[in-house]
Structure formats: C-alpha cells, structure tokens
C-alpha cells in the first residue's frame, strides 16, 4: 500500500486548570480519524497546539490569586499542561508532538520572514483602542466597549503590523478545500462573503506575554492561526478538525496561511447534543464535569463521544440507531458473507469465535461510530483472501477493539 503523508491538525487547545469534556470529545474525535487512517496504511502526524497566550490564562490566574509574574506564569501553565497530558493518557488519546505557543517565538519569525513577508506590511491604519485602559482590539469598528476595562472604545491611528486581506483571494480558497459537511462550506462562504472586498486584519496587540516580531506585539489570535502551520513537512493532506466554530479559525487561517500550508481538508465534526437535540455547552456545566466522567467506563465514554459521524452530514443518535435493527442487519449479512467465504475458514471453532466476537465487534460499533467507516473496513476486509484473511481478521479485530474502546496500544510506531 502506498504511504502517504497526513497531517492532522486541530485548532490550538487553550491552557486550563482542567481540560474539559469538550477538550476530550474533539480530541477522542482526532484520535479515533488518526488511527483509522493508520489502520488504513497512512503515515499520520498529530501534533497538539497548546495556547498558552492571551488574556486567559492572566485571568485563571488572577481568579486564583496568584501573582502575575513571568515565572509564576510559566509555573502555572506548566502545571496545566501536565494535568492535560495526564488526562489525555487516562482517555487513550496519543499524538506525536506538543507545541507551545509561547516556545515558537524564532519559529514564528523564520516563518514570516520566509512565507510571509511580502503579505505584511507595517504603517499606519485606523484601530480599536479603549480611551480607559488603552488597550487594542485590532481594525474592527464595531467593538465599542473594552473587553478588560469596559471603557469606551474608538477607533484611532496607530503604526502597526497588517495584512491587506482580499475577499476574492479566500474564496479562492476555499473554492480548492474539501469541507466536510457541506453546511459548513457554504457557512464559510456566506461568512467571507460578508466581509469587505478589500479590508485590514492588524496583527498586533499591546499585550503582556505574548510573541514579538520586528519590534511589535503580536495578537495572540494570529499567533494561533499560524501555529499548525509551523509544523512543516510534506504532507499530501493538511486535514483540519474543528466542533461547531469553523467559521473564525478557518476564515482567519485562510486570510494568514501561505498556499503550501493551506488546509486540503476541513472536517467540522459538529457539537455533541443532549437528548433533547441541545447542543452541550460544557462551559455551562459544572466544572467537575471531566472528573465525573472518571466513574463511568473510559470505553463507554468513547463509544458516547464517537457518536457523531464525522465526515457526513449525518448525526448518528443513540436512540435512531438502537431502533434501526434493519441497517444493522444489512451489515451483519454483508459480514456473514465475508467470513463464510472461505470454507476451510467456515469449518474450524476458531472462525466461530472470531465471527461471534467481530458481531459483538459490530455491535459495539454500531453504538459508537459511523456506518460509512464501517463500509471502508468492509472493503479492506474484501480484499483479503484465503487463508490470510484469517490471521488478518483476527488482527483487525483487536486492532478495531483497540481502537474504539479505548485499549489502543501496538499499531502506532
Ligand atoms: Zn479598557
């Protein structure tokens, strides 16, 4: 099978005290397409981005009375990292590489100076200041109060770092991307297309902590748009995984990112939904939330998160396909024939068992993941023969219980 390079990319995860169960719903999602994409033959990379400037973590800090110094703040964004990364190994969540926004201050530079430079300019535009507090909020006029302070806000001269961003150039763009769903494609464009034809993106800010190129802050928010893009390499696909809010972080990366770092592939893998059809807004839950998770079965959690149909416009619901014993039974069939292809295979107890444990297998999918990438495992199975397809599916099957149910080890390298 041809190897072929991937990239897997989300959009950096803000520092906290806890990740929450969203962190964990959209990383299980990452983990669950990376490892698919493994089992089929691809060579992937995920790396996790780790936000770690901007105004939050001041503000988790200051709500903890700690002094905000510059060790304190590097102690304290330490600690949230390692907390991170120990809930990520307790749910089986792997990736390749952890990158610090703060860490990538010569990166950052080598990348604009060698990408970018032409796209940047410097001098002077029209943006938000507070009259208060006298910070910045970039060219948008429509911010009228201080995001810090409250004061009132104007719009003022000031020489800054900016981009001239061009509405037929995005569209350009995103005319090459494959979106996934549909929806969120034409979300993208409607979006670009209520923006100006020709506007200013500053990308500066006044602020503590944060990343400086020729002499000026940059905004946090540029920061993380360029971020997935420092990790080079050649990939034949950049997929791009997103919740609900595809609009800003691809608009924005469309508007920074040279060409070759383009996403080819954008993926909104949507929002998990409550069983009235709400959306979960899991900043309004209690914040123990992920500790309450502990109690129930990592596996179960999983097959929870992974209920989601991930490149389709499809929303697979628990109850929908509890009660659609038909499809399931179109699949059960199509596996049937598969492993009662081969009749030395149909005659020994051990194909028994192994057919009994793959419909337990299918299951068990069913209550998890999508019945397309189901199809796509059909149709590696499909072409197997023989003997082989024996130790091949009995391979495929601890690999496929591994991977969904949160055993995973072994197939990475
Ligand atoms: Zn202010």
Same mark, same amino acid.
């Given at each position: 099978?041809?190897?072929?390079?991937?990239?897997?990319?989300?959009?950096?995860?803000?520092?906290?005290? %806890?990740? /929450?169960?969203?962190?964990?719903?959209?990383?299980?999602?990452?983990?669950?397409?990376?490892?698919?994409?493994?089992?089929?033959?691809?060579?992937?990379?995920?790396?996790?981005?780790?936000?770690?400037?901007?105004?939050?973590?001041?503000?988790?800090?200051?709500?903890? *009375?700690?002094?905000?110094?510059?060790?304190?703040?590097?102690?304290?964004?330490?600690?949230?990292?390692?907390? *991170?990364?120990?809930?990520?190994?307790?749910?089986?969540?792997?990736?390749?590489?952890?990158?610090?926004?703060?860490?990538?201050?010569?990166?950052?530079?080598?990348?604009?100076?060698?990408? %970018?430079?032409?796209?940047?300019?410097?001098?002077?535009?029209?943006?938000?200041?507070?009259?208060?507090?006298?910070?910045?909020?970039?060219? $948008?006029?429509?911010?009228?109060?201080?995001?810090?302070?409250?004061?009132?806000?104007?719009?003022?001269?000031?020489?800054?770092?900016?981009?001239?961003? %061009? =509405?037929?150039?995005? /569209?350009?763009?995103?005319? =090459?991307?494959?979106?996934?769903?549909?929806?969120?494609?034409?979300?993208?464009?409607?979006?670009?297309?209520?923006?100006?034809?020709?506007?200013?993106?500053?990308?500066?800010?006044?602020?503590?902590?944060?990343?400086?190129?020729?002499?000026? $802050?940059?905004?946090?928010?540029?920061?993380?748009?360029?971020?997935?893009?420092?990790?080079?390499?050649?990939?034949?696909?950049?997929?791009?995984?997103?919740?609900?809010?595809?609009?800003?972080?691809?608009?924005?990366?469309?508007?920074?990112?040279?060409?070759?770092?383009?996403?080819? $592939?954008?993926?909104?893998?949507?929002?998990?939904?409550?069983?009235?059809?709400?959306?979960?807004?899991?900043?309004?839950?209690?914040?123990?939330?992920?500790?309450?998770?502990?109690?129930?079965?990592?596996?179960?959690?999983?097959?929870?998160?992974?209920?989601?149909?991930? /490149?389709?416009?499809?929303?697979?619901?628990?109850?929908?396909?509890?009660?659609?014993?038909?499809?399931?039974?179109?699949?059960?069939?199509?596996?049937?024939?598969?492993?009662?292809?081969?009749?030395?295979?149909? %005659? /020994?107890?051990?194909?028994?068992?192994? =057919?009994?444990?793959?419909?337990?297998?299918?299951?068990?999918?069913?209550?998890?993941?999508?019945?397309?990438?189901?199809?796509?495992?059909?149709?590696?199975?499909?072409?197997?023969? *023989?003997?082989?397809?024996?130790?091949?599916?009995?391979?495929?099957?601890?690999?496929?219980?591994?991977?969904?149910?949160?055993?995973?080890?072994?197939?990475?390298?």
């Amino acid at each position: 099978m041809e190897l072929t390079n991937e990239l897997v990319v989300m959009a950096p995860i803000q520092v906290k005290g %806890s990740l /929450s169960p969203g962190n964990i719903y959209d990383l299980t999602l990452i983990d669950f397409y990376a490892k698919t994409r493994q089992m089929q033959g691809f060579k992937v990379s995920v790396p996790i981005f780790w936000n770690v400037n901007g105004l939050p973590v001041l503000n988790m800090m200051q709500k903890q *009375g700690l002094p905000l110094s510059r060790e304190t703040r590097n102690e304290f964004v330490n600690k949230c990292i390692r907390d *991170g990364l120990e809930i990520l190994k307790k749910h089986y969540i792997n990736f390749d590489e952890q990158i610090k926004d703060d860490e990538i201050s010569p990166m950052i530079s080598k990348f604009i100076e060698t990408y %970018s430079k032409s796209i940047i300019l410097r001098g002077p535009i029209s943006i938000a200041i507070c009259e208060k507090c006298g910070s910045d909020f970039g060219t $948008d006029a429509e911010i009228i109060l201080c995001k810090i302070c409250g004061g009132s806000v104007s719009m003022q001269v000031r020489d800054v770092l900016f981009q001239k961003v %061009s =509405r037929d150039d995005v /569209s350009n763009k995103i005319g =090459r991307i494959n979106i996934y769903p549909t929806g969120a494609k034409k979300e993208l464009i409607t979006f670009n297309e209520s923006m100006p034809e020709e506007y200013n993106i500053c990308l500066t800010k006044r602020r503590e902590y944060t990343i400086s190129y020729a002499g000026f $802050d940059l905004d946090p928010r540029f920061i993380v748009m360029l971020t997935p893009a420092l990790v080079d390499g050649m990939y034949s696909r950049r997929v791009y995984f997103h919740g609900d809010i595809i609009k800003k972080f691809s608009y924005y990366s469309l508007c920074h990112l040279p060409d070759r770092f383009l996403p080819t $592939d954008i993926v909104c893998h949507g929002v998990l939904l409550d069983k009235y059809g709400r959306k979960i807004r899991w900043q309004d839950i209690d914040e123990d939330l992920l500790n309450q998770f502990n109690n129930l079965p990592k596996n179960d959690l999983r097959a929870f998160l992974l209920k989601r149909n991930v /490149s389709k416009d499809v929303l697979i619901d628990f109850e929908t396909i509890h009660g659609n014993l038909r499809e399931q039974d179109i699949l059960r069939n199509r596996m049937d024939g598969i492993l009662g292809y081969s009749d030395c295979l149909e %005659s /020994s107890l051990p194909f028994l068992v192994l =057919r009994k444990e793959f419909f337990e297998a299918v299951d068990r999918y069913f209550y998890g993941v999508a019945y397309d990438k189901m199809l796509k495992i059909v149709d590696l199975l499909e072409n197997k023969t *023989g003997e082989s397809i024996h130790n091949e599916e009995r391979k495929f099957l601890d690999q496929l219980r591994y991977l969904y149910f949160g055993e995973y080890h072994g197939i990475k390298n």
